[in-house]
């Protein structure tokens, strides 16, 4: 199975600073048929659902807000979250679709400081 | 706007099965490009892809190999939904399961079912 391995496990950040979640699979997952990088970013809020924020490694999905963003290729990921708000405190998680099982790292947890 | 309904006991006795539907508004069971997955998430396993269900020309299905012998996941085309069946449960198969539409990304989820394993 394909490891993801995100840092830091939590993260405090004050109102208005930025945000930087990192994730690291245990193979490429760059796909050459497409070009396109096999990962996903969601934001799981307490007692719900995650929601998918980001696919392709940086494509926003429609109606995410545009401080959210994606980078990185091959194994090396993040997530940035520009000017926080406190409705982005949450869980984040990778996840790799490109081979099953589609595999999730662990979470971060961010915060308000 | 798709919308992904759960349905199934909270409680199951362990050794039973494990019984979960999902009921598809918005989209449909058999389109093309689009998997059916089920997921689960606790605190010990974090979140779990367990397997997918997809139709392209005839139906597909992808399992976990942790839970490969005792899972099934099926899709009832006249009811648009699919359904999770997991054998054999033990407590450590108690969860929050979720069923998702992948495209490839998973951008549609149910609300969960938290399943507890206890006698």
């Known amino acids: 199975d394909i490891v993801m391995t995100q840092s830091p496990d939590s993260l405090a950040v004050s109102l208005g600073e930025r945000a930087t979640i990192n994730c690291r699979s245990s193979q490429s997952l760059l796909y050459s048929f497409n070009n396109e990088n096999h990962v996903a970013w969601y934001q799981q809020r307490p007692g719900q659902p995650p929601k998918l924020l980001i696919y392709?490694?940086?494509t926003r999905e429609s109606g995410v807000p545009g401080r959210f963003s994606g980078s990185g290729s091959g194994t090396d990921f993040t997530l940035t979250i520009s000017n926080l708000q406190a409705e982005d405190v949450a869980v984040y998680y990778c996840?790799?679709?490109?081979?099953?099982?589609?595999?999730f790292g662990r979470g971060t947890k961010l915060e308000i400081k | 706007q798709v919308q992904l309904q759960q349905s199934g006991p909270g409680l199951v006795r362990p050794s039973q099965t494990l019984s979960l539907t999902c009921a598809i508004s918005?989209?449909?069971?058999?389109?093309?490009?689009?998997?059916w997955v089920w997921i689960r998430q606790s605190p010990s396993r974090g979140l779990e892809w367990l397997g997918r269900?997809?139709?392209?020309?005839?139906?597909?299905?992808d399992y976990d190999v942790s839970v490969k012998s005792r899972i099934t996941i099926f899709s009832d085309t006249s009811k648009n939904q699919f359904s999770l069946h997991l054998s054999s449960v033990t407590p450590d198969d108690t969860a929050v399961y979720y069923c998702?539409?992948?495209?490839?990304?998973?951008?549609?989820w149910s609300q969960g079912t938290l399943v507890t394993v206890s006698s």
């Open positions: 392709w490694a940086s």
């Open positions: 998702a539409r992948a495209s490839p990304a998973l951008n549609s």
């Open positions: 996840q790799q679709y490109y081979g099953t099982p589609y595999t």
């Open positions: 269900t997809y139709y392209t020309a005839k139906w597909y299905n």
């Open positions: 918005g989209d449909s069971v058999s389109r093309n490009t689009v998997a």
